[in-house]
């Protein structure tokens, strides 16, 4: 049969104990689909630096890259916050991105039926709300030039922003992919009235949007953009951005959703190879405890089957299975209405493994 | 007399009719206040592009330069939108605030009890809501160089951002000197785990804030920001931030307030001079119809007449004025339950100013 390799990276905080639910996941569509999966372990961000040195150490990465997918828990916590730069979790975040040629974040957005009410927003605004953010990932800001230098005034520091016309073609026909398989709108965010970049992005747009005349275009401007998700977040369908710009509304269009912890994401390069991993962070406040909602991670593994795998039967099994356990009032404490009658990690793990 | 000098930039779409009520306003607060004022008009973004050929005509800043404050209306338009970039309304903004070294942005973001129910927020989670976005409007990535050249990979474009130690300080130092005149909490947004420039930034926030121990500061990364003012908006009081950052948050935190056309704005550099605005844009769809909502503009002659001139009375009258023309159930179009009733521009800067 044809095993697929997958690097798991647990992480930080809660990431171990999510991880070890998804791994289930997994290994009950092998017994169920006949796929076959072989787990690799490796060190990474702040536990890697205690027992390595560094965020990212070399055999992690090489792990990484003789897999074909990665699937990550969580990264970081206040331990490792006051690091030097080269000893911090994100530090390695940013790296494993680069090294890896994950140029893409796709972050979908929306909103589970038991979770309506978690949403500050209000529940007939919320209605519909189904969006995938796909963010551009090593480039712009992020690994521009940066630097001090004493200036007139005093000291200065400076950071570049810089992007090539193919880092913005190769983003942006990806987005038109995925509208192409959805509803057919694409938002593409820019700032083009004050950034070059942005200037540069919004004419690669225009003139990849040619190939795809099925696809209806709108351009907005940023500050209008994290306006406009607030007033009509149903409206939107995919949204494609720049690094920083994806940053900020990615997790703006996760909160509104009220469904943030359990939200699912996948970092992709150019063939099917991708890194998955839950949106939330890695909850220091709660690691080891054993409470944390595995879901997001469970749904990480979906994400992977159809994104990377093309195992539909097994991803449309995943999601089918958390909705039933939802949908019979299984709750982790994270989502639970009534706290005590909350479930722990496990618990919430076994039914779902059980559901598929 | 003392008597002010207000320069008066009505500029584009809606922009003249509410000035025009704004200064009804002034001219009632000098009858009753016994303030004088000398209004002088000046063409300022698409107008000036048309009659002038320039978004910012010479005449027209020195004009702000020998005034004692500036009240704009709005500039911009879809017709000057595919301008190049030195014929379009924008560039006149960022050029007005350099040139009058205007470095700090102030967009106050509060809830009009008759507009709660405009919000998409949760009523229960917009309660108390009343925050400042202090946002740094002459540095960063506006204001640094940028250019295209050609790279390997093909065409590539530039954008620097660039902040020195001064520019970071005399922001910050304003941020916490507001901060002081009210709940005495200041969140610090940035990058610092990206970002050189948010590093520089952070370092110098934490240096001042020794000189002010009786203001409780937080540092929140921009992405966390974006979600925590969804979360729990009333537990900020002020935000202060750089250029980029500022313009999406103000804009988001402004939008979940519900009250967005109300909202007014100053912006200030060092000494008392200042330029007051409505936050809302030109509104071309409705421009020159007389139904547009003049209240935003004339509380910015409030905020005007607090942080230039010190006429606290006077601000205090207009503030109260307008409270009680909503209270009494009046309403422009734009915030009508009932259309049918609406009033037009005029109506309601009449009520104000009588109400004054
Ligand atoms: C930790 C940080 C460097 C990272 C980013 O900004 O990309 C995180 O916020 C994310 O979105 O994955
Ligand atoms: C028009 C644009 C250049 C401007 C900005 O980004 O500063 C606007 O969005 C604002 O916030 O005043």
Redesign the interface.
């Known amino acids: 049969a044809d095993v697929k390799k997958i690097a798991v990276i647990a992480g930080d905080g809660i990431g171990p104990e999510v991880v070890a639910e998804a791994i289930k996941a997994m290994k009950k569509t092998e017994e169920v689909f006949g796929y076959g999966f072989e787990f690799e372990h490796g060190l990474f961000g702040g536990i890697a630096i205690d027992e390595k040195g560094t965020p990212l150490p070399e055999d992690t990465l090489a792990m990484c890259k003789r897999s074909d997918a990665v699937l990550l828990g969580a990264v970081g916590g206040p331990k490792w916050d006051n690091n030097s730069k080269e000893l ?1 979790p ?1 530090t390695g975040l ?1 790296g494993i991105r680069k090294a890896l040629g994950l140029f893409s974040n796709i972050r979908p957005a929306n909103v589970f039926d038991c979770l309506k009410e978690a949403s ?3 529940p007939e ?1 919320l209605e519909g709300t189904d969006l995938i953010v796909v963010r551009e990932l090593t480039g712009g ?2 690994f ?1 030039e ?3 230098r004493e ?1 007139e ?15 913005i073609e190769r983003i942006v026909r990806q987005a038109f992919e995925i509208a192409r398989t959805r509803s057919k709108r694409l938002a593409s965010v820019d ?1 083009a ?5 942005s ?3 919004r004419e690669t747009v225009i003139r990849i949007a040619t190939d795809y005349p099925d696809v209806e275009l709108e351009h907005v401007l ?3 953009c ?2 406009q998700l ?2 009509r977040p149903a409206s939107f369908d995919v949204i494609v951005t720049e690094n ?2 994806g ?6 269009a ?3 959703t009220g469904s ?1 912890g359990m939200l699912s994401s996948a970092s992709l390069g150019e063939g099917a190879f991708g890194l998955y991993e839950p949106v939330h962070g890695s909850a220091p406040d709660i690691a080891g405890q054993g409470i944390a909602n595995p879901i997001a991670t469970i749904l990480s593994v979906a994400l992977m089957f159809r994104l990377t795998f093309g195992y539909h039967d097994a991803a449309e099994a995943i999601e089918r299975a958390v909705k039933e356990v939802l949908d019979a009032g299984h709750r982790t404490g994270d989502i639970a209405v009534d706290k005590s009658k909350a479930i722990g990690t496990t618990a919430m793990g076994d039914l779902i493994v059980n559901a598929i």
Chains 1, 2 share one sequence.
């Open positions: 911090r994100e940013l500050t927003l209000k605004v800001i992020y521009g940066k630097f001090r200036g005034n005093g000291q200065e520091a400076v950071d570049t922003c810089v992007y090539n016309v193919n880092e700032k009235n004050v950034l070059e970049t200037r540069l992005w940023v500050d209008n994290a306006m607030l007033r920083m710009f940053d900020i509304l990615s997790d703006e996760a909160m509104l943030i």
